[in-house]
């Protein structure tokens, strides 16, 4: 499975962006989706995961109210809205795939090449 990121970019506090993940290669909808993200020198930290047919999702408390996570089977692709966002969410965004219901990075199998998001104050 191979996995596209993209939709990261410079945007002010308090502002939007909609971060995409396209998949390729395999049965999306075999595969639970999460998006993560990572500081130079920090740990990558968990975002948000939605299970296989967007039935349930779930949420790392620095991103719940503010970002929504979905996905569209039909168009083998994930997505992340993010919103009112802040100076501190500014980080690499990946987008990963995993065949089990997880937050723990270490259990998402394929992984796409990240996306950066800058949020400016």
């Known amino acids: 499975v191979q996995l596209q990121a993209f939709g990261g970019g410079l945007v002010q506090a308090g502002g939007s962006l909609r971060l995409s993940c396209a998949a390729s290669?395999?049965?999306?909808?075999?595969?639970?989706m999460g998006w993560f993200r990572q500081v130079p020198g920090k740990e990558r930290e968990f975002v948000a995961a939605?299970?296989?047919?967007?039935?349930?999702?779930y949420y790392a408390d620095s991103a719940k109210g503010r970002f929504t996570i979905s996905r569209d089977n039909a168009k083998n692709t994930a997505y992340l809205q993010m919103s009112t966002l802040k100076p501190e969410d500014t980080a690499v965004y990946y987008c990963?795939?995993?065949?089990?219901?997880?937050?723990?990075?270490?259990?998402?199998?394929?992984w796409g090449q990240g996306t950066k998001v800058t949020v400016s104050s």
């Open positions: 990963a795939a995993a065949y089990g219901w997880t937050d723990r990075d270490t259990r998402y199998r394929y």
């Open positions: 290669g395999g049965t999306f909808s075999g595969f639970v």
């Open positions: 939605i299970k296989w047919s967007g039935e349930s999702t």
